[in-house]
């Protein structure tokens, strides 16, 4: 033979081989099992579904504990602004409670401080002396009494204490009939005009002290207790 009948020949077998090899390749394969693969595809669809299920519990339980949560919050601040409303309130009916008893206070002092005056001016008049010591005692407590209602810190408060002390003593500095007797008449009735005016005056400024209180500590009240007194609609 020759060398080219050898190469064809050689070309052949390998090409034999090739082909046994290839058929084992395919009967391998076959004996491979794929049976499995539905059961595989179904277990990971169930634990996906597990796995979403697990999720969305604890999604539940945390949204639960923070409602919860949210919840009991929300009644703890209720429970607080029910308590600072009730704290408010009771400080305004007390306000109001003083407001009523300055108001009466004042009112008391201005009456005694005109019969008291009344008194002074019949007298310096008529030359006659009246014992008037149980009613400059009143005054005296009374004017005691409204001073003790006030708050010295306050500005408007110190402004009535002044006030009242002046209108005190437009009484206790008004002229004394022994005072006036040493006078020629012109005199006394000069120095007596001046005594009523210099009273007058004092009840004016008085009372309007008292005023910008009463406005200022009412209006300070129904902003706090939103209480309004009897018989305002």
């Given at each position: 033979?020759?060398?080219?009948?050898?190469?064809?020949?050689?070309?052949?077998?390998?090409?034999?081989?090739?082909?046994?090899?290839?058929?084992?390749?395919?009967?391998?394969?076959?004996?491979?099992r794929t049976d499995w693969l539905p059961a595989a595809?179904?277990?990971?669809?169930?634990?996906?579904?597990?796995?979403?299920?697990?999720?969305?519990?604890?999604?539940?339980?945390?949204?639960?504990?923070?409602?919860?949560?949210?919840?009991?919050?929300?009644?703890?601040?209720?429970?607080?602004?029910?308590?600072?409303?009730?704290?408010?309130?009771?400080?305004?009916?007390?306000?109001?409670?003083?407001?009523?008893?300055?108001?009466?206070?004042?009112?008391?002092?201005?009456?005694?401080?005109?019969?008291?005056?009344?008194?002074?001016?019949?007298?310096?008049?008529?030359?006659?002396?009246?014992?008037?010591?149980?009613?400059?005692?009143?005054?005296?407590?009374?004017?005691?009494?409204?001073?003790?209602?006030?708050?010295?810190?306050?500005?408007?408060?110190?402004?009535?204490?002044?006030?009242?002390?002046?209108?005190?003593?437009?009484?206790?500095?008004?002229?004394?009939?022994?005072?006036?007797?040493?006078?020629?008449?012109?005199?006394?009735?000069?120095?007596?005009?001046?005594?009523?005016?210099?009273?007058?005056n004092a009840r004016v400024q008085f009372q309007e002290?008292?005023?910008?209180?009463?406005?200022?500590?009412?209006?300070?009240?129904?902003?706090?207790?939103?209480?309004?007194p009897s018989g305002e609609n």
């Amino acid at each position: 033979m020759s060398d080219t009948d050898i190469g064809i020949v050689d070309v052949l077998v390998k090409l034999s081989d090739l082909s046994t090899q290839v058929s084992t390749i395919e009967a391998s394969l076959k004996n491979i099992r794929t049976d499995w693969l539905p059961a595989a595809v179904g277990l990971a669809s169930a634990g996906a579904a597990l796995l979403v299920g697990w999720w969305n519990r604890q999604s539940a339980r945390t949204q639960l504990k923070a409602t919860q949560a949210a919840m009991k919050l929300q009644a703890e601040m209720s429970e607080r602004v029910a308590v600072i409303t009730a704290h408010d309130r009771l400080i305004a009916e007390k306000r109001i409670e003083w407001l009523e008893t300055l108001r009466k206070s004042a009112s008391q002092f201005n009456g005694r401080m005109a019969a008291l005056i009344n008194k002074a001016i019949g007298q310096t008049g008529s030359g006659v002396i009246v014992d008037i010591s149980e009613d400059l005692n009143n005054l005296a407590e009374t004017r005691f009494y409204f001073l003790l209602l006030l708050n010295p810190n306050e500005e408007l408060h110190q402004k009535a204490a002044e006030a009242i002390e002046e209108y005190y003593l437009t009484y206790t500095q008004y002229p004394k009939i022994n005072d006036l007797n040493k006078l020629k008449p012109v005199e006394q009735e000069k120095l007596k005009i001046a005594a009523i005016e210099r009273y007058k005056n004092a009840r004016v400024q008085f009372q309007e002290a008292v005023k910008r209180i009463l406005k200022h500590e009412w209006d300070r009240t129904k902003s706090r207790g939103n209480i309004k007194p009897s018989g305002e609609n």
